[in-house]
């Protein structure tokens, strides 16, 4: 089983931005617990959703030959819970992207309210630098196909993004 | 060219926002692993901040040469060789090597490295 915070993106604009939406149901069993009768999406929770819209972002902007993962995460604030019922809109922006690392600013927005903010940092590790491998090729590509990022993927100049041939 | 002063408050700001400590922690003397806690993520965490508080480049390895330290040329049983440290000092002219040359194993290099070595760093960079 995969964690998955992020049920597709509506927007996603190669190596710049992206916008993805999780809608936070309680049918998701982690919110029985969290708490009993006042269900609350954990921010940890939306703080990985965050990381999931970026780092996609990034992995396709470096062509997905790199692990992009998780390595910082600075200046995280959250202004209010997000509850069943809420639709939260990640916004991804990259404002520096390097071979090695990139850093990204993502906020979760729930309608017009921003819910919370981030600085995430990613490091783009190679084979044999302490990362397994993530994903197998199919898997992967499933994946992006189910975030419909060749639907609505854009790179620089406006154009449809060509889906993979893996 | 900005002043020594301008260098030092602009660097402590990229370490406190990367590193997540307080401004008084970041004095001239202390070192970058053992005073200031920084892994070796937080490296690349830095040279993003750094290039765009001065608007300037910094190659991999400049900074931090992990490079030359992992290297079987240049270091023998857990100890960079005479060679290894002719490297780093090429590599490294802002740093002040003298401490770790008297004891130059690999582990002592993560405490070398001070806030006043990477105001040095980038007084070199932007007066270039």
Same mark, same amino acid.
């Given at each position: 089983?995969?964690?998955?915070?992020?049920?597709?993106?509506?927007?996603?604009?190669?190596?710049?931005?992206?916008?993805?939406?999780?809608?936070?149901?309680?049918?998701?069993?982690?919110?029985?617990?969290?708490?009993?009768?006042?269900?609350?999406?954990? %921010?940890?929770?939306?703080?990985?959703?965050?990381?999931?819209?970026?780092?996609?972002?990034?992995?396709?902007?470096?062509?997905? %030959?790199?692990?992009?993962?998780?390595?910082?995460?600075?200046?995280?604030?959250?202004?209010?819970?997000?509850?069943?019922?809420?639709?939260?809109?990640?916004?991804?922006?990259?404002?520096?992207?390097?071979?090695?690392?990139?850093?990204?600013?993502?906020?979760?927005?729930?309608?017009?309210?921003?819910?919370?903010?981030?600085?995430?940092?990613?490091?783009?590790?190679?084979?044999?630098?302490?990362?397994?491998?993530?994903?197998?090729?199919?898997?992967?590509?499933?994946?992006?196909?189910?975030?419909?990022?060749?639907?609505?993927?854009?790179?620089?100049?406006?154009?449809?993004?060509?889906?993979?041939?893996? | 060219?900005?002043?020594?002063?301008?260098?030092?408050?602009?660097?402590?700001?990229?370490? =406190?926002?990367?590193?997540?400590?307080?401004?008084?922690?970041?004095?001239?003397?202390?070192?970058? =692993?053992?005073?200031?806690? $920084?892994?070796?993520?937080?490296?690349?965490?830095?040279?993003?901040?750094?290039?765009? $508080?001065?608007?300037?480049?910094?190659?991999?390895?400049?900074?931090?040469?992990?490079?030359?330290?992992?290297?079987?040329?240049?270091?023998?049983?857990?100890?960079?060789?005479?060679?290894?440290?002719?490297?780093? &000092? $090429?590599?490294?002219?802002?740093?002040?090597?003298?401490?770790?040359?008297?004891?130059?194993?690999?582990?002592?290099?993560?405490?070398?490295?001070?806030?006043?070595?990477?105001?040095?760093?980038?007084?070199? &960079?932007? $007066?270039?």
């Amino acid at each position: 089983m995969r964690w998955f915070w992020i049920d597709r993106y509506e927007e996603f604009v190669r190596g710049r931005h992206a916008t993805a939406v999780k809608n936070v149901s309680l049918a998701e069993e982690h919110l029985h617990d969290h708490f009993p009768g006042v269900a609350i999406m954990p %921010n940890s929770l939306i703080v990985e959703g965050m990381a999931q819209a970026a780092g996609l972002l990034v992995a396709d902007a470096i062509d997905f %030959n790199r692990r992009v993962v998780l390595a910082k995460v600075a200046a995280a604030e959250f202004f209010f819970d997000a509850v069943p019922g809420d639709t939260i809109r990640f916004k991804a922006e990259v404002l520096d992207l390097k071979a090695a690392g990139s850093l990204t600013k993502v906020t979760s927005s729930v309608g017009e309210r921003v819910q919370g903010q981030a600085e995430l940092f990613f490091a783009h590790l190679e084979p044999g630098e302490g990362v397994p491998k993530l994903f197998e090729t199919d898997e992967l590509l499933r994946w992006l196909d189910q975030m419909h990022i060749y639907e609505i993927g854009r790179d620089e100049a406006g154009q449809p993004l060509a889906r993979p041939d893996w | 060219m900005p002043s020594r002063e301008e260098i030092f408050d602009k660097v402590r700001s990229a370490l =406190v926002d990367a590193l997540g400590v307080d401004e008084d922690d970041v004095t001239p003397t202390a070192t970058m =692993v053992g005073d200031l806690g $920084a892994e070796s993520i937080d490296f690349l965490d830095i040279v993003f901040r750094l290039e765009k $508080a001065f608007n300037i480049k910094i190659s991999r390895g400049e900074l931090f040469p992990e490079d030359v330290l992992s290297s079987s040329e240049f270091v023998t049983d857990g100890k960079v060789t005479p060679a290894g440290i002719a490297a780093l &000092k $090429a590599r490294m002219p802002f740093a002040d090597l003298s401490r770790f040359e008297s004891n130059p194993s690999v582990q002592n290099f993560a405490n070398t490295l001070t806030v006043e070595d990477m105001v040095r760093y980038v007084q070199s &960079k932007v $007066a270039a």
